[in-house]
């Protein structure tokens, strides 16, 4: 079967969350991805928890149709493999911090001189520039920084932290637009470039209407963020919750009447006083009955109404489920959220489990011209393992 980036070859130095799941992405649409890891241990994921069969399962939901090359890139055997990967491949993605691989040679630089149709991608915290551009962080100082943090807090004002790698995954989801952009940019020009995509960056773009909002002079908050009673979380009899998204009349309407409250029509949007009655009002309502019954009342009401769900309820007995793509990890079987893009003719695939540490070396190295007695050297010294 023809996938969508068939003959695509990527070169993928990231770790952790970001770079990977972009890498994996690409790979779900049929580029070869190779994953060059530092021996001993590989990218840190490997050792995150839980399990999964008789690897990470962190590791196995970030790297599926990848193959694994262990280099080591302090010595000049290793960089000199990776430059002559570099001189094959089609996209190099890094996610070192700026100025850390140019010290050894594989910078964009000299990597697109040797290569010019080679699409460049750097994916760090806070970009190429800038007063932050070398200093170290994680998805929840990206968020802080970008007024997400700030912008969500519980009953008493503390910025609340998602379960979900928010701006991790933003970010592995602009490099992947980013990429496939520079991919179709050298359809036209014939080259490549280099692609500049941060964590940072990529979390004010999930703020763009909140961070608008705030320029004008408008606070955030006020808009839908449970201020409004057509637009919030309600607890039910239970303790379970229900997300209320009544946004339109029509909806509204139908919710009202659902729930026997004819006099709050055309009350969602109002403010202070009067708005907090119809919230209570509501609230006494969803509070009589357990979620799932309300529910199986609210099943052929079109209100926007639907259950909060927890992870393992989502990914069992929701409608998640069906988005599950199961993979081999050791003699066990993995299920994890596939791959979110769907193609009709040219469809994403699982054609590999994560692969296991240097477990592609050999077969990548060989393809890349090395000989046997070459690539044994290689090992023997401890360039490539």
Known sequence: MTTALDGLRVLDLSRYIPGPYCAMLLGDLGADVVKVEEPPFGDPTRALPPPGGEESAAHAALNRNKRSLAVDLRTPAGVEVVRRLAARADVFLEAFRPGALARRGLGPEPLLAENPRLVHCSLTGYGQEGPKATRAGHDIDYLALGGFLGGNRDAEGRPVLPMAQVADMAGAFVATIAILAALQARERTGKGQVVDVSLLGSVAALMTLPATRSLAGKD?????????????????RDGRHLAVGALESKFWEALCRALDMPDRIGRQWERGPRGQETIAACERAFATRDRDDWMRALNDVEACVEPVLDPTE????????????????????????????????????????????????????????????????????????
Do not use: K, N
Request: hydrophobic share 35%.
């Open 314 to 385: 989502a990914f069992t007995t929701g409608p998640a489920a069906r988005l599950l793509s199961e993979q081999a990890s050791g003699s066990q079987r993995l299920a994890t959220p596939g791959c979110p893009v769907r193609l009709r003719d040219t469809p994403a695939t699982t054609r590999r489990a994560a692969p296991r540490l240097g477990e592609h070396t050999r077969e990548v190295l060989a393809e890349a011209g090395y000989s046997a007695d070459q690539i044994e050297g290689m090992r023997q010294s401890g360039a490539v393992a």
């Open 220 to 236: 955030p908050a006020d808009e839908l963020t449970g201020a409004f009673a057509c637009y919030r979380v309600y607890r039910c």
